[in-house]
């Protein structure tokens, strides 16, 4: 199989945000009324966007959330994005060696992605092929963001290999009919996240993202499976 496109998602793949997301989510909710621990905003709402999120809580309250909540969370998010956020660790030297088209298609906005790429000097490597729930109608889980963002760089979905982080995103991109690889090497992933990912349908899983052109190439070539790789 010969690969025309890789779709990244950017939270916990290309960015490692999702511990620094989760607390803050945490903290404003629960400020808001609606006691959460960063635990389990990671548990309930990882990979998803920040609308999918705000109306399954308001639906829960039986209330909207207070008028300003958008803003605080957005006003905490990229404070905390600004001082303390990081480039996944071998994402630069993966891309250096990628020698095809890539795209970003992530649950977040564009403005958080504006945020987080470019606190950490990546935007330039994507912009302008940065795609957002937000231009679809379905968030993940559902395919639509992988199937818009494919259309939108001229690939078949199933020339596109899609790496992910998060179960929303392995079980949209494997039903758009993507090669799909789980990355489970940001800070947020425990010991079992390889086998969640592998369980929600990842083709297979890898925790250095330095060896993501190896693995790019092993499917690409049907190659053997190469040692430090779980192909599921």
Not at 67 to 85: G, H, I, Y
Not at 155 to 181: H, K, N, W
């Amino acid at each position: 199989m010969a690969f025309d496109l890789i779709i990244f998602d950017c939270d916990g793949v290309l960015v490692d945000s999702e511990v620094i997301s989760c607390q803050a989510h945490a903290d404003v909710l629960s400020a808001s009324g609606y006691p959460i621990t960063a635990a389990q905003v990671f548990d309930r709402f990882l990979g998803r966007s920040a609308k999918q999120a705000r109306l399954e809580v308001e639906a829960e309250l039986g209330r909207s959330l207070p008028d300003d909540f958008t803003e605080r969370l957005r006003e905490r998010l990229f404070s905390a994005f600004e001082a303390d956020l990081q480039a996944v660790i071998g994402i630069t030297q993966a891309l250096d060696a990628i020698d095809l088209p890539v795209c970003v298609a992530s649950s977040g906005s564009h403005e958080r992605m504006r945020v987080s790429l470019g606190a950490t000097r990546l935007y330039d490597r994507f912009a302008p092929n940065i795609f957002s729930s937000s231009q679809v109608a379905n968030g993940k889980p559902a395919p639509d963001l992988f199937l818009f963002a494919a259309a939108q760089m001229k690939a078949a979905p199933s020339a596109c290999i899609v790496v992910e982080d998060s179960v929303a995103g392995i079980t949209g991109a494997a039903a758009a009919g993507m090669t799909v690889l789980g990355f489970h090497g940001g800070s947020h992933c425990g010991p079992d996240h390889a086998a969640t990912l592998q369980a929600a349908g990842a083709t297979a899983t890898f925790g250095d993202m330095r060896h993501l052109p190896a693995l790019i190439a092993q499917f690409g070539q049907k190659q053997a499976p190469i040692a430090g790789f779980s192909k599921a």
